[in-house]
């Protein structure tokens, strides 16, 4: 929600749609759990994953998932104030 603005920018289906991917996500996760409990998993159990792994990444995309570049770039007033005035 917060990467979308707060929940009071939302709307009533973009709200559901969180709500289906925060249970996709905790079931994914309790999946992995198991996995790495068991130490390996069935071919159904993976194919189940990966279908869950899959609408998951569907659901994400029609919120608004994508992908930023991050700025990299220096700032060199800041460097400075941080390291401190070189005389």
Do not use: P
């Amino acid at each position: 929600m917060a990467d979308l603005g707060g929940e009071d920018r939302l709307s009533q289906a973009e709200l559901t749609l969180i709500n289906r991917a925060a249970t996709l996500t905790c079931e994914l996760e309790r999946m992995d759990t198991r996995f790495a409990e068991a130490g390996e998993a069935s071919r159904d159990d993976l194919d189940t994953y990966q279908k869950t792994a899959g609408a998951l990444r569907r659901l994400l995309e029609s919120i608004g998932l994508e992908r930023r570049a991050r700025d990299v770039t220096h700032d060199l007033k800041a460097y400075v104030e941080a390291r401190g005035a070189v005389s």
